[in-house]
Every structure is written in structure tokens, then in C-alpha cells.
């Protein structure tokens, strides 16, 4: 069940719109105080380390979003969405699943996205994928061309994987 918070801020994420600040405010947990052997854990949420696989600025994807690449089904649509030249790891593992982000189209070249944090709430099933955004500087020459910003991780093992949703955040804003 989502709470009201949640409802809104998927709501947002679905229309393209970000999250006020409040918004994002209400999603987040206390943090609870972990061992250095342990993950970082946020009242029941657990800080995924990953590893960069690819990342670009030509896909075909038009709006913003994120999936989590669990099975070959998954990397056949996933992989439909990127340039022909890319290759992704075939080697498909439920406990360790690629998360691809893409940042929609943009009007110039200059902007990319990338991934700064990952975090799984088992509670919910979700996949918190906090990125950075980075546009061309104010007043920057940048060609004239329709990009699309990309890049796809590797969570490294960590248990049994159960989530199914993920979702987007910028707690840092735009770069």
C-alpha cells in the first residue's frame, strides 16, 4: 500500500513533472546508525553499490525514466531503446540485475545523467535511483542537436532481489 506521499510523488514521476522539494522531503527515512561491516541502512532501506556498464546520450527514449533489467525479457526491450552499437552483458542474474536511466530527450547536446546513489526498500519493492542531471553551462555553445542522456549499472549481489519498481530522485539537483 502507498502512502499518500508516495501516490503523489509517482503521480509526478508519471507526468514528467519533478517533485517539489517537500515532496522528496516526505519520502525519505531517518537514518539509522550502521556498522562499517554492514550496508548503509536507512530505516528499512539498503544502500546498493553498483557499477557503471554503459552510459550515452543517443537513445531512443523520449520521456525520463528507469527500469531494473532482471530477466532477458527485460535486456530485449531495454537494449531496443539504446544505439545498435551498444552491447550489454548477456548474463542475466535476478540477484544482481542491471538499472537503466534515461533522461528523456534534450534539445542540445551538453546534458547527460548519471547515477549517484541506489537504494532498495524491500517494504515497498522499490528501487530509489538517485541521479544527477548536468546541462550545458548558460550561454555554453552547444550543437543543435536532439540528445537523449542514458547510463545503465550493475547492482552488485546482495541477497534475494525482490523489487520490481524503481524510481527516480534528485535530491541534488540539477549539476
Not at 52 to 76: P, Q, W
Not at 166 to 171: E, G, H, P, S, Y
Amino acid at each position: 500500500m502507498l502512502t499518500p506521499s508516495q501516490f503523489i510523488f509517482i503521480l509526478f514521476l508519471a507526468l514528467g513533472v519533478p517533485p517539489s522539494p517537500a515532496h522528496l522531503s516526505a519520502m525519505t527515512t531517518p537514518t539509522v546508525v550502521a556498522s562499517a561491516a554492514t550496508p548503509h541502512v536507512t530505516a528499512t532501506r539498503v544502500q546498493r553499490e553498483f557499477m557503471l556498464v554503459a552510459a550515452g546520450t543517443e537513445a531512443s527514449a523520449v520521456g525520463r525514466g528507469c527500469s531494473i533489467v532482471s530477466r532477458l525479457e527485460d535486456l530485449a526491450r531495454i537494449t531496443g531503446l539504446l544505439p545498435g552499437s551498444v552491447r550489454l552483458p548477456t548474463d542475466i542474474d535476478p540477484r544482481s540485475p542491471l538499472v537503466a536511466i534515461f533522461a528523456g530527450e534534450r534539445p542540445t547536446a551538453g546534458y547527460s545523467i548519471s547515477i549517484r546513489s541506489v537504494e532498495e526498500d524491500p517494504a515497498t519493492a522499490s528501487l530509489l535511483v538517485d541521479v544527477a542531471d548536468t546541462a550545458p553551462k548558460p550561454g555554453a555553445h552547444a550543437a543543435q542537436v536532439m540528445t537523449s542522456p542514458w547510463e545503465i549499472v550493475r547492482l552488485k549481489p546482495n541477497g534475494d532481489f525482490q523489487t520490481t519498481n524503481c524510481i527516480l530522485t534528485t535530491k541534488g539537483g540539477l549539476r
